[in-house]
């Protein structure tokens, strides 16, 4: 038991379907996991009385193996979760169509810059009380079809509040709804509340003490980001059976009805139940929560138009510091700004540091990068030359392959101003068939552009190689279709290791931007509140090949000390602000005390 953390009192309660832990520990897929682990770290710094909850998933996320022409191919991950995890003695039950689940949790402690400890607790259905098809609930992250992810939800959000309850925390009075999936998590709070009053029904009252204690993170402007289930699933999965949430005479039918289209005095309430019928976990989620942010003030601001009816605020996201800076980089911020890992605001002393120490401390990640890339692919980069980094989810609106519209105009660049290299990473989830296509296409240029503009794919992306590529290349690349990039975190790994960004101006570069200090922009700024525009894929790859051949190319060659200026400003003022410590604080002060 975890006795060691309930004797100090938990206020907070983190929910989120992913969470990236460890990189042999494949509990994430990608962005919204890393961020999740990221911010535990960062809660465990600050010493914020935070606990966590997530799912066990046995098989992983996938590992991916990419054929000679760029085909992707998944496996199950193998893992031993015991090497990794404390089982605990509590069990809880959680109703699903006509049976029980059983359900277990095990634990991974995250210990913090100053010895603070937060639990995170992954909840296993893999239990010989249970039956074979839900023992494997908590399998596969994201796999299976829409009714296996509304079960796992199910399991999130109901089984996650019941577990913490049988762990001891009692004390809770913020439960964050890391996206969408934990949303479920409402109805077990209001069956909570209807029992604490002696009743077998919701009332308005209920929904209020529920909306006090809520708060959720939307992550996402993508409308296929939003989980949707059909009435029908919901129907399904809590039949009309007495009992559920522990209520003498209450029936799960009418307890999901009730919250989901509420009293008439709560509209809001009812913009879950719309929509020809089927729940919107994004709308079950912003109507119970008395907090709702976006991840970047650009997107709140696009949030706020999907959803007018909710006042949403926005808190831009981070990373974590001392885990995304490299070795190198960490050593030097030792010796150099010793408080950096307690405060990491004190990183915007990063443009005292001696440039030539700056300079072999990236040269040191960037041998590192090329070591993998070595051993990987047996190709052997050139250290003097650029190298450009892209390592995102393939997926359309990531626009990887912008920068190979026009492989005649990058055999022209390397040949008139410097040769540069470019170094991809990215899985596409196995039912995205136009993330597949993207890597395919990818594989096709690196095949046509040969020794003129080497181009490397390393497989089966993952932190580590995450952090090797944000740490290693010498530019970072991003080219979402505005304005579907949330925030993006990817290019702020890359500032708190010295290397500027040339991205689109969406997500969190609309913040970190200042055009030729920090980084360079590809287009122009769209003005707040501006009709969109539609993306014009053209112009914007014709935007990336003036700035590169133009200004990038020739300062790194040719004016070297005016690109190191350009690296310390990236660590002094987009590594020093854009990190998880800023986040979780900010998280503090505007939600959780609120």
């Excluded at 709804?177 to 209807?194: K, V, Y």
Aim: some cysteine; proline content about 4%; aromatic content about 10%.
């Amino acid at each position: 038991m975890g006795t060691q953390f309930n004797s100090g009192k938990r206020f907070v309660a983190y929910f989120s379907m992913e969470i990236a832990l460890e990189n042999a520990m494949p509990s994430y897929s990608g962005g919204l996991g890393v961020l999740a682990g990221d911010t535990i770290r960062a809660a465990a710094d600050v010493r914020l009385p935070m606990v966590a909850v997530s799912l066990l998933y046995r098989k992983g996320y996938f590992s991916q193996r990419l054929a000679e022409d760029g085909s992707q191919t998944e496996e199950p991950v193998e893992w031993r979760v015991d090497d990794f995890l404390s089982e605990e003695d509590a069990r809880v039950t959680v109703p699903l169509e006509n049976r029980r689940i059983e359900l277990r949790a095990w634990r991974y402690t995250v210990k913090g810059v100053r010895g603070f400890e937060v639990p995170v607790y992954f909840l296993d259905a893999d239990l010989p009380s249970n039956a074979e098809r839900d023992r494997n609930l908590t399998g596969s992250l994201y796999g299976g079809d829409a009714y296996y992810r509304l079960c796992q939800e199910v399991l999130l959000g109901i089984g996650g509040v019941r577990i913490l309850r049988a762990l001891g925390y009692n004390e809770l009075t913020r439960y964050h709804m890391n996206e969408g999936h934990a949303a479920l998590l409402s109805l077990e709070l209001l069956g909570e509340e209807a029992e604490k009053a002696g009743r077998t029904s919701i009332r308005g009252e209920d929904i209020e003490k529920v909306r006090g204690k809520c708060v959720f993170t939307t992550h996402t402007p993508v409308p296929a980001g939003h989980d949707r289930f059909p009435m029908e699933y919901l129907t399904r999965v809590f039949p009309d059976q007495n009992g559920f949430f522990d209520l003498k005479d209450a029936s799960s039918a009418d307890l999901v009805k009730r919250a989901l289209q509420a009293e008439r005095d709560y509209p809001d309430m009812q913009e879950a139940a719309r929509a020809g019928a089927s729940l919107n976990m994004t709308s079950l989620a912003l109507s119970v929560s008395t907090y709702v942010n976006g991840v970047a003030k650009l997107h709140g601001e696009t949030s706020r138009k999907m959803f007018p009816q909710v006042p949403i605020e926005a808190i831009t996201n981070g990373v974590h510091a001392a885990t995304w800076a490299s070795p190198a980089f960490q050593e030097l911020f030792d010796r150099c700004i010793p408080s950096w890992r307690e405060d990491n605001y004190s990183l915007r002393s990063a443009l005292g540091l001696p440039p030539e120490e700056v300079w072999s401390s990236h040269l040191l990640a960037k041998h590192e990068l090329f070591e993998t890339v070595r051993k990987k692919t047996g190709l052997a980069l050139d250290h003097e030359a650029i190298t450009i980094g892209f390592a995102r989810r393939a997926t359309g609106y990531k626009r990887a392959d912008l920068i190979l519209s026009d492989l005649d105009r990058l055999r022209q660049i390397a040949k008139s101003a410097g040769k540069f290299q470019i170094v991809y990473a990215g899985k596409a989830h196995p039912h995205d068939g136009g993330g597949k296509d993207i890597i395919r296409r990818i594989y096709l240029a690196k095949k046509a552009l040969r020794k003129a503009v080497p181009i490397v794919f390393l497989d089966n992306y993952d932190m580590e190689v995450g952090g090797q590529i944000t740490s290693g290349v010498d530019l970072w690349l991003n080219t979402p279709q505005y304005p579907l990039e949330a925030s993006g975190t990817s290019g702020m790994k890359a500032a708190l290791n010295g290397v500027p960004s040339l991205s689109i101006l969406d997500g969190w570069w609309v913040e970190g931007h200042i055009e030729g200090i920090t980084g360079w922009s590809i287009g122009e700024p769209r003005l707040p509140g501006s009709v969109l525009i539609a993306t014009d894929n053209t112009s914007e790859a014709q935007s990336l090949y003036a700035k590169l051949e133009n200004i990038i190319l020739p300062m790194y060659y040719k004016e070297r000390t005016r690109y190191l200026t350009v690296m310390q400003h990236a660590i002094a003022i987009n590594g020093s602000f854009f990190n998880t410590q800023r986040m979780v604080q900010q998280y503090v002060t505007d939600a959780y005390l609120r």
